[in-house]
């Protein structure tokens, strides 16, 4: 099938890969002409393990190209795949001026029907105001059908994560569009879960929710385990046994940080109050998340007798491992915290070497801990899990490690006469 993708962000770029993978003709649109010439000199713009390899393959032969050319792409295309962003406002409500701006643009150049499918996350309700939009905008009925379609790929696994989806969400009250995505996804094989246009909105936010839901429940414990001096990964894996609570987002730590979770349960608690519903746990997740980081430097600050005018090496900047993104990263929350505090930072990210705030970038990890007091592990980068220790104690002032991601062998940490210190980690 001919698909347009708007949008060559991390969910454009790799459901253009996928469905270029999958047979279907791709024409990927972005307004960014930068981002458009990087990907046509075969470059991805984001770093996404196995994408870059798959956009030069599928552009090699033919099946996938870029542009910048919205409106060549919205007059040909008879299907138009949507994945620009939607970010929040400082109220919590989500900025839809991308989603407007090419709507916008489908209503000028209408001439035959569309298929639209709305791949960015969206607030309960706005699949039916855009259908709307495009009638009040002179648009006949019979010319359109939107279907919404929720991404759940995660950053740094998103290659794998989209060609191995546990399910696909449809939401539309349209049964030909139904049938037209299903045949779009046909050979992943994943079961489909029709529903509503609002359906799938929802079980978009239900689903980021709950698993922002069960890492503040699970950091709100590891301060528990640090008064009674028990492991909270022994917690993590004794629960995670039992099948009604699985064993996975039960890592505990500096926190959830991404472009998702923050903006995403802010936006659902903006749309819950619109509609004058009280969301407790949602309050009291993001609370959670945001004390975390204080309280991991509370605990750094009492282990090295005070943080004012100590050297502190931050390992890893990025929101998660394996992306190049810092986007509401606790990486860089906890930084600009340390600097607040009187701290000098300096930092070693393998993916981020310049960031909009005044830490210092050393060229490699052991230079990064070079004259330091103490090193956080605050990304849980594989090279951080099992570095050659004695190195990085020959390297520091002080020894105290400060397990942010709970993902170091403490006794690896001890055996190099450092200091070991996490929280939930006797
Ligand atoms: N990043 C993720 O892991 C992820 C996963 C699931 C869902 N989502 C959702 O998917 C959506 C996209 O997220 P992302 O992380 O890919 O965003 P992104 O910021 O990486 O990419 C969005 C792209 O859209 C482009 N764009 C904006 N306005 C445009 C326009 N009018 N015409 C053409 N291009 C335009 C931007 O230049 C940018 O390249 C969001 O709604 C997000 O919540 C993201
Ligand atoms: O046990 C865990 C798991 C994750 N995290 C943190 O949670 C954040 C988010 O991680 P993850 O969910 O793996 O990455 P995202 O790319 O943000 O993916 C989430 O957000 C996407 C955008 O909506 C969804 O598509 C995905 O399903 C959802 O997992 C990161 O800061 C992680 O460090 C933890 O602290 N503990």
């Known amino acids: ?8 962000g991390y969910v454009g770029l790799t459901t253009a890969a996928l469905l270029a993978e999958l047979g279907h003709s791709i024409h990927c649109i972005d307004k960014d002409i930068s981002k458009i010439k990087l990907l046509n000199e075969g470059k991805s713009p984001i770093h996404e ?19 910048d050319d919205r409106e060549a792409c919205f007059l040909n295309a008879p299907i138009l795949l949507i994945a620009v962003g939607t970010p929040s406002k400082p109220n919590g409500d989500t900025k839809l001026t991308a989603l407007k701006s090419v709507f916008e643009q489908i209503s000028r150049n209408i001439s035959s029907h569309k298929l639209i499918i709305i791949k960015s996350t969206v607030p309960p309700s706005t699949n039916e105001w855009l259908h ?39 939401g539309s009250s349209s ?117 975390q980081v204080d309280y991991y430097i509370n605990k750094l600050d009492k282990e090295i007798h005070g943080l004012k005018g100590k050297q502190i090496t931050v390992w890893g900047l990025t929101f998660k491992p394996n992306t190049d993104d810092t986007r509401e990263s606790q990486s860089v929350k906890l930084c600009e915290k340390l600097l607040k505090r009187g701290c000098s930072v300096v930092t070693y990210d ?29 990304t849980d980068w594989q090279q951080f899990k099992s570095p050659d220790w004695l190195k990085v104690k020959r390297a520091m002032i002080g020894n105290t490690i400060l397990d942010g991601r709970n993902c170091l062998d403490r006794n690896e940490v001890i055996a190099a006469g450092l200091n070991y210190v996490g929280v939930g980690r006797p």
């Open 1 to 8: 099938m001919d698909i347009c993708i708007v949008g060559a």
């Open 49 to 67: 393990p196995g994408l870059e390899e798959l956009l030069r393959k599928n552009q090699q032969n033919g099946k996938l190209i870029f542009s």
């Open 132 to 170: 709307q939009y495009l009638i009040k905008s002179g648009v006949d009925a019979t010319l359109f059908d939107i279907v919404s379609n929720p991404e759940f790929l995660r950053e740094g696994s998103a290659v794998y994560d989209s060609f191995h989806p546990d399910k696909i969400v449809i």
């Open 175 to 291: 049964p030909s569009a139904i049938e037209t995505v299903k045949k779009i996804y046909e050979k992943l094989n994943a079961p489909y879960i029709e529903t509503s246009l609002t359906g799938a909105e929802l079980m978009k936010y239900a689903s980021n929710a709950f698993l922002a839901t069960k890492i503040s429940f699970i950091n709100e414990f590891s301060r528990i385990c640090d008064q009674y001096g028990v492991d909270v990964n022994e917690i993590s894996t004794s629960i995670g046994m039992d099948p009604r609570i699985g064993p996975h987002f039960l890592q505990s730590g500096l926190g959830y940080g991404g472009s998702c979770f923050p903006k995403d349960l802010d936006a659902l608690g903006y749309a819950a109050r619109k509609r004058r519903i009280k969301t407790d746990i949602l309050r009291a997740v993001k609370k959670v998340n945001e004390d």
């Open 350 to 378: 393998p993916k981020v070497q310049t960031i909009r705030i005044p830490i210092d970038f050393a060229p490699d990890m052991y230079q990064a801990a070079k004259y330091s007091h103490a090193l956080i592990v605050a």
